[in-house]
């Protein structure tokens, strides 16, 4: 016969995998509409490509259009170049679960507000794709940009459609430069990191994870500089959002328990009756005999 302490430990089990089976169904959609919904967007190449070169416009305007420059210099060092592709198409897919399932099994309390930040930001920029196409500054037609991950995908599994496997070109929307939701995932894993860990180095590379790949994306000639900024801004302010949002619930779930109950009146203290100890057995002294001699 079972006892109650093993019944509840393989309640327990049953109840840690089915949420573990729920989540990664959750996370597969979550991936499968963030591919799916960049490759059914209706783009139009003309005004993504229009939008693309009003970018560099404005960052001409701010003096910060360093994308040219860098793509060249870096698909010029072919080790240099092929590094940066292999980072943009794999980090992104790799590091991202990687902290998901570190964060459900080691801070299970902040994983869903972590998940909810997650699904919020992606799904923003997935409307953002289908209401405002950019094409990255690779695609910009006549102009000084290379297209890096296309010039060496000879040595990885990419092709010619930024980190999409070769032969898997038509599973991706190509004009989805504004947001870069590569620098905003990694936004995410930084966030993750700081707040899950108190060790130095640890949050070291959290901090310089996003940086790293701000980097890359742009010397492979994949986003704008504005695309980065974006990207950061609607993981951290999907961020906000859920954290007071998770506030506000946890104040109204506060208000709404019973108050406890006051007397009008202070309890009145009722001294104690204690009984007089009964008198003591009066003690014969006791005589030591002397001897006489």
């Keep these: 016969m079972q006892t109650p302490a093993a019944s509840m430990l393989d309640a327990n089990r049953c109840s840690r995998r ?32 229009a939008s693309g070169r009003d970018l560099l416009a404005w960052e001409r305007v701010l003096h910060i259009d360093i994308e040219a420059t860098l793509n060249q210099a870096v698909s010029a060092t072919a080790a240099v170049a092929v590094i940066s592709c292999l980072i943009y198409a794999t980090l992104h897919y790799v ?10 099994r080691s801070r299970p309390a902040e994983y869903n507000r972590a998940r909810s930040t997650l699904a919020i930001a992606t799904a923003g920029g997935l409307v953002v794709y289908a209401l405002a196409p950019v094409a990255p500054p690779r695609l910009l037609p006549g102009g000084t940009f290379i297209d890096t991950m296309s010039q060496y995908a000879a040595y990885g599994w990419w092709g010619d459609a930024g980190s999409a496997v070769r032969g898997m070109q038509e599973l991706t929307n ?35 994870y996003p940086v790293l790949i701000s980097v890359v994306v742009v010397v492979t000639g994949n986003h704008y500089l504005i695309d980065i900024a974006a990207g950061a801004v609607l993981m951290l302010g999907s961020d906000v959002l859920v954290t ?48 006489r001699r």
């Design 174 to 208: 190509q004009y989805a430069a504004l947001p870069s939701l590569h620098v905003g995932w990694a936004v995410w894993v930084a966030l993750v990191v700081w707040r899950a860990s108190s060790r130095t180095w640890i949050r070291g590379l959290g901090v310089g």
């Design 18 to 49: 089915r949420r573990i089976l729920i989540e990664i169904g959750l996370l597969t959609l979550l991936y499968i509409g963030y591919a799916l919904g960049r490759a059914w967007v209706s783009t139009e190449p003309a005004t993504a490509i």
């Design 244 to 291: 007071q949002t998770r506030r506000a619930l946890r104040r109204r779930a506060a208000r709404r328990k019973p108050p406890v109950p006051v007397h009008p009146w202070p309890p009145i203290s009722v001294p104690a009756v204690v009984a007089d100890p009964e008198p003591e057995d009066k003690i014969e002294p006791y005589c030591v005999p002397v001897s």
């Design 95 to 104: 590091v991202t679960p990687a902290a998901m399932v570190w964060m459900f």
